[in-house]
């Protein structure tokens, strides 16, 4: 999912992010705004995903590349590592919102909670 476009529609801003679509308020903060997923660590991503909250585990390793399997079904993962080491904020949601499934909302709250 990203954020596409908005379009001022009367009183409220419609954001169109991925097939859907939000309406708020305007003035009102957009609480998944991507910009407020910080950069982390690969091995920092990979804890996150191998922890008891999403429940992956490392199914197979070919050279600096992962792919992880979760026993809770959540969706197939493909990490690498060749940035030296770390993740940005955009890197960051698209693993955890297009890879595993889950929405932007929970996975702020999976990453700031860490």
């Not at 009102?28 to 191998?50: D, H, N, Q, W, Y």
């Amino acid at each position: 999912m990203r954020l596409v476009r908005r379009a001022i529609v009367f009183d409220e801003v419609v954001l169109l992010v991925g097939e859907r679509s939000f309406a708020v308020d305007v003035g009102t903060p957009i609480p998944f705004a991507v910009g407020e997923f910080p950069s982390m660590k690969v091995r920092a991503m990979l804890r996150l995903l191998t922890g008891d909250r999403l429940g992956y585990s490392i199914a197979r390793q070919k050279g600096s590349h992962w792919i992880l399997y979760s026993a809770k079904g959540y969706g197939r993962v493909l990490l690498s590592d060749h940035d030296g080491g770390e993740m940005g904020g955009n890197r960051v949601r698209k693993v955890l919102c297009d890879q595993v499934g889950l929405e932007l909302e929970e996975a702020l709250e999976l990453v700031k909670g860490r």
